[in-house]
């Protein structure tokens, strides 16, 4: 079981940036996939990104790409997304997952895919 705990949500104002933490505690966090979710109440949790086992390969959510980075340190287990030009849309709870498939697949985006869930960090952008 691995184990995640998210840490850098808080509130921004519009056209700020924040980074958000995500720290595994098994040592096979190194080999699965890892992907960033948001969710705002009475919404389905929405994919944004997803990085590979070995951090080489990247893909994003249109609503995020350009703003949003994705990043791990695996000799942390750490997995990372640098947020900047926040916007009062981009206000939701931020939740990391990790994928036991090493590579991020064509359903990247879909939440029924990871195994393991952090609890959650919340991010508030004022306008």
């Known amino acids: 079981v691995v184990e995640l705990v998210e840490s850098g949500g808080g509130l921004v104002q519009a056209g700020g940036s924040l980074k958000l933490t995500c720290t595994g505690t098994e040592y096979s966090f190194g080999t699965y996939s890892m992907g960033w979710f948001r969710q705002v109440p009475g919404k389905e949790r929405e994919g944004l990104s997803c990085i590979n086992y070995t951090g080489k390969s990247t893909v994003y959510a249109d609503s995020v790409k350009g703003r949003f980075t994705i990043s791990r340190d695996s000799t942390k287990n750490t997995l990372y997304l640098q947020m900047n030009s926040l916007q009062p849309e981009d206000t939701a709870m931020y939740y990391c997952?990790?994928?036991?498939?090493?590579?991020?697949?064509?359903?990247?985006?879909?939440?029924?895919?990871?195994?393991?869930w952090g609890q959650g960090t919340q991010v508030t952008v004022s306008s």
């Open positions: 997952a990790a994928n036991m498939y090493p590579a991020c697949t064509e359903n990247w985006f879909r939440a029924r895919d990871y195994a393991f």
